[in-house]
C-alpha cells in the first residue's frame, strides 16, 4: 500500500508539474519558476512565524503570496532597467536567504528544515494522512488534487486567453485581454504547484519536474494542447520509471526521478523524427551519397 | 466623421522624448501610409494611438470616441518579428485569435468563428496552409496570417506595423489588393511604411513623421520634396542626386 501512495504521488507531482510547466516553456520564463520553488520558503515560514502552525492550507496561501511577491519584484527591477536573469537572482536568493534566518530564528524546533525543503522525501509521505470527508489519503496526495484540479480548472476556462497573451501579447493587449491579471494569476498557480510538490520532491527537484517534461514536449508538439498531454505523459512515466530504478538501486527516489526526467529529454532530442540528432545526421549523409549532376 | 483624431500627444521613454506634441486629424475612408525615418516614432505613434503606452499625455479619439478594446472598432497588426513563430500552432488558429474580442473571455470559439477565420485565410490566399504550423511558414507567409487575423477581427479602423517589412512581391501585391479592398469597403487603413518608392502608389493619405507631424493629408499635397526633406531633416542624399524639377507623385 505505501508503495502504491508513494507511486501516485510521484505521478501527480508529474502531472500537476507537466501541465503547469508548458507554459513556462512558451512565455520563456522557466527561472521564474526556479525563483518561485525557492522563494516559497519564505512564504512558508512567514505563514508559520503567523499562524504558528505547520497546517497545509496555510503552507499554500503563504506559498501564493510568496510567489505573487517574487513575480512583482523581478517585474519591478526588470522595469528600473535590470535584465530578466538578473533581477531573478537578485530576487531569488535575497528572500530563500530571508527564509533560511527566519527558519534557524523563529522556527528552530519545528519540523521546517531546510534540507526537508530543498530535497523533499517522498518516501514519507504515506504517514502524514489527511481525513477529508471520510478519505484518508496522504496530505500530499490531497494537496496535489486540490492544486491539479485548480490548474486543469483554470486552463480549461482561460486556455485562448493563456494562448493568446503568451503568443502575442501586444496584440492580446490591443484586444483588451487583461495580460497583467494573466500573468499574476498564473504565476500565482505555478506557487501553488510549486507547494503541492514540495513534500515529495522538494524545492530543487520541482524545477526539474516543472521545466524537463514540458521542454520535452515542446520538442515533439505542433499545438498548446498536445503539448500539455505529453508533458503530463513524460512527467509519469519520469515519476514511474524513475521509483523503480529507485528500488532496484537503492537510491533516492526523488532524485532517481529527476534523473529520468533528463533521460527522456536526450532521448527525445537525439531521437526525435525530422529533426532529432540522429535523422538530421542520416539524412546528411543521404545527402553527401547523391550525386548532383549539372547538365551543360 | 473622422477615422483618427489626436490632440497633443506626446511619449517619453525615461528620460529621452520619442513623439511631441504629435496633433492628427484624419476623415473615414483613407488608406494612410505613416513616414518617416527610423527612430522618427512610428511604431511608438500606433502603440500610443492604441493605448499599449502608460508614459503618454493627450488624447486619442477612434471614430469620435476614446478607445475601448471592447468595442471591437480597432483591427491590428504587429510588427511580424514581435512574436516567436516557433510558438506550437497552426495558420488557422492565429487566424481564429482574431476572434477572441468577439467571442469574448472563457467562451470558446464557435464553429461561425472558425469558418469566418478560414474565409479571412482564402482572403490572403493562404487556405492551403491552414493546417502547418507557422514555423514553417515563409516570411511573406507569416505576414499573410497576421494579415488574415486583423481581417477575422472585422473592425473598422485598422492598423498595421510595417506589414511589407521581410515579404515576397506577391505577398506584397497581395497585401496592398487587400488594403486597397478595405478603403473600397470604406473601411480606415494606417500603415507604417518606410518605401518611399512605392508610398505614393499604394496611399492616398500621407503622415509625414519625425518624433512631430510635419505633414499630413492627401499624398498630391503632402508627398512633395520640400516635406519630405523636412522629414528626413535633410538626409534624403538620393533625392538631391537625381535631382528633378518633379515631386514624389
Redesign the interface.
Known sequence: MNEFWVLLTGSLVGITCGLTGVFLILRKTAMIADAISHTVLFGIVVAFMITQSLSGFWMLVGAAIAGLLTTFLVQLLQSGGLQEDAAIGVVFTSLFALGVLFITLFAGNVHLDVEHVLMGEIAFVPWDTWDILGFSMPKAVWMLLIVLLFNILFLFFFYKEMKLTTFDPVFALSIGLPIVAMHYSYMTLVSLTTVAAFDSVGAVLVVAMLIGPAATAYLMSKSVLRMMIWSMFFGITAAITGYYLAKLWNTSIAGMMAAMIGVIFMLVFVFKPHDGWIWKMFKRIKLKDTKVHVES | MDALQVKNLSVAYEEKVVLQNVNLTIPVGHLTGIIGPNGAGKSTLI?AI?N?LPNKTGAVHILERPL???D?T?G?V?QRN???WD????AL??VL?GR??H?G??K??SAKDKQIAMDCLKDVGMEAFADR?IGQLSGGQQQRVFLA?ALA?EAEVYFMDEPFVGVDAATERTIIAILKDLKAKGKSVFVVHHDLQTAADYFDWIILLNQTITASGPTEQTFTEDNLQEAYGGKLFFMDQTKSNKTFN
Do not use: C, E, W
Open positions: 502603440k492604441l499599449q475601448n478594446a471592447k471591437h480597432v491590428y504587429p514581435a512574436v516567436d510558438f506550437p500552432t497552426n488558429d492565429v485569435m477572441y474580442g467571442i473571455m472563457i470558446k470559439p504550423s487575423r477581427q
